[in-house]
């Protein structure tokens, strides 16, 4: 299984990035997926997860403002990030988790790409 994150870079705020996630190898069905993030020093933190029955939870803190999807052939995911603020800057960090584990618990996950960039400055 391979994940592979694209789309981080830098961008002013207030501005909008979109986060794509390209999934190959069999993983868990569609849904048992989520964003995480992390900064320099600090835990690894859930940014948005989605169950296999569609339904999607987000951080307090991205609330209305982030959207997490996935593509109908379930091997993409996405993260349309708006409004983005300075305390969004993080490596942004696409996983996969497998049945019977918290959502929102990045330790649950077992496969993860290699991060992508996201700078609000």
């Known amino acids: 299984v391979q994940l592979v994150e694209s789309g981080g870079g830098s961008v002013q705020p207030g501005g909008s990035l979109n986060l794509s996630c390209v999934i190959t190898?069999?993983?868990?069905?569609?849904?048992?997926v989520g964003w995480f993030r992390q900064t320099p020093g600090k835990e690894r933190e859930v940014v948005a997860s989605?169950?296999?029955?569609?339904?999607?939870e987000y951080a307090d803190s991205v609330k209305g403002r982030f959207t997490i999807s996935q593509g109908n052939a379930e091997n993409t995911l996405y993260l349309q990030m708006n409004s983005l603020k300075s305390e969004d800057t993080a490596m942004y960090f696409c996983?996969?988790?497998?049945?019977?584990?918290?959502?929102?618990?990045?330790?649950?996950?077992?496969?993860w790409g290699q991060g992508t960039q996201v700078t609000v400055s």
């Open positions: 190898g069999d993983t868990y069905g569609r849904g048992y």
């Open positions: 996983a996969a988790r497998p049945p019977g584990t918290y959502p929102h618990l990045w330790f649950g996950y077992d496969h």
């Open positions: 989605l169950d296999s029955d569609g339904t999607s």
